[in-house]
């Protein structure tokens, strides 16, 4: 009979420890506090904070999402599966590798786009994100419930400013100071900028982003877009 050389006991009565707990924003007494507290936040959104991708610490620390079976909007749980996405996401994108993700219906991926959006319009002022889905009413959809219901909740002092806003059936954006520090240190400014296109009703569609470079690019229930093999 074989030896065993070790033994692992899990205990499966208490209850595991969160991934991640968000934590309120301090009382400030001075604007060198504020400034000081909002750039370790930056840096841990930007560089990643205890092993946690950075993109995944500003959904969760920074976002509020709307939840689609209450409607109340409130901010995420930090989920494994979650912690899995924004994982592999983010390691792609930094290597210049598109990430294609299937899973189930209701796990909230369209909900993780939104809130990248966000992400990518305050930690990179000035860059540009593109976003389709399968039709018009998945435009209208995560433009609205995902991106804009997400910005509307950000604390006023990451929140671009809103200079323009457009929505149609066919395509809806949004334009967005952020101010920062550039490498000088002196405050700079940067416009973000989203665009949502309609790109499956006619056969020029999918060439709705041609040309456009940008940071962060999201196509939503890809699958179910009737030209997927034309865009």
């Known amino acids: ?22 934590k309120e924003k301090p009382l400030f007494r001075t604007t060198y506090e504020k400034e000081k507290w909002w750039a370790e936040e930056k840096k841990r ?3 990643g904070y205890n092993n946690l991708p950075g993109t995944f610490y500003f959904y969760n620390q920074h976002c509020q999402i709307k939840n689609r079976q209450s409607g109340a ?7 494994d599966l979650d912690l899995m996405i924004f994982e592999a996401i983010e390691s792609n994108w930094k290597r ?17 786009g939104g809130a990248l959006t966000n992400y990518f319009m ?3 002022p000035g860059s540009k994100s ?23 909740r950000l604390d006023e002092d990451i929140k671009p400013i809103e200079k323009r806003r457009n929505e149609t059936k066919q395509q809806s954006f949004f334009r967005g100071e952020v101010y ?14 989203v665009i949502c296109n309609e790109t499956s009703e006619t056969p020029r569609s999918p060439t709705a982003f041609s040309g456009q470079g940008a940071i962060f690019g999201f196509y939503d229930e890809f699958p179910l877009h009737t030209r997927n093999r034309e865009l």
């Open 1 to 22: 009979m074989a030896k065993v050389k070790s033994l692992t006991i899990i205990d499966k009565i208490k209850d595991p420890l969160p991934i991640m707990v968000r």
């Open 45 to 47: 959104c930007l560089e």
């Open 73 to 79: 909007t409130e901010y995420p749980i930090a989920r």
């Open 96 to 112: 210049g590798v598109v990430s294609g993700i299937i899973k189930g219906r209701g796990q909230g991926l369209s909900t993780i």
């Open 122 to 124: 305050w930690a990179h």
């Open 130 to 152: 593109l976003i389709t889905s399968k039709d018009g009413k998945g435009i209208e959809m995560m433009f609205t419930e995902k991106i804009m219901a997400t910005y509307e």
């Open 180 to 193: 920062f520090k550039n490498k000088e240190g002196k405050v700079d400014v940067g416009i973000s900028s």
